[in-house]
């Protein structure tokens, strides 16, 4: 199983990671905040990763 971890100081809200996985694997929080949801369902495709405008996503595959 991967491991995805968001870094809430840097994450700036904008849903491109929502808006560009695959998976559904991100949603965005009661705080405008990206959180993940659906982990089991990555395709290690690293496009979220690659997206972020703030690199604030850390992904053990990517
Ligand atoms: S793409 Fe990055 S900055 Fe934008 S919501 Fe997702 S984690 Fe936050
Ligand atoms: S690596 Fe691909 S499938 Fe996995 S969370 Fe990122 S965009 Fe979604």
């Given at each position: 199983m991967v491991d995805i971890s968001i870094d809430l100081d840097a994450?700036?809200?904008?849903?491109t990671c929502v808006d560009t996985c695959p998976s559904s694997v991100y949603e965005m929080n009661d705080e405008g905040k990206s959180t993940v949801?659906?982990?089991?369902?990555?395709?290690?495709?690293c496009a979220c990763v690659e997206a972020c405008p703030e690199g604030a996503i850390s992904h053990s595959s990517c």
């Amino acid at each position: 199983m991967v491991d995805i971890s968001i870094d809430l100081d840097a994450c700036v809200g904008c849903g491109t990671c929502v808006d560009t996985c695959p998976s559904s694997v991100y949603e965005m929080n009661d705080e405008g905040k990206s959180t993940v949801v659906n982990a089991d369902d990555c395709v290690e495709c690293c496009a979220c990763v690659e997206a972020c405008p703030e690199g604030a996503i850390s992904h053990s595959s990517c």
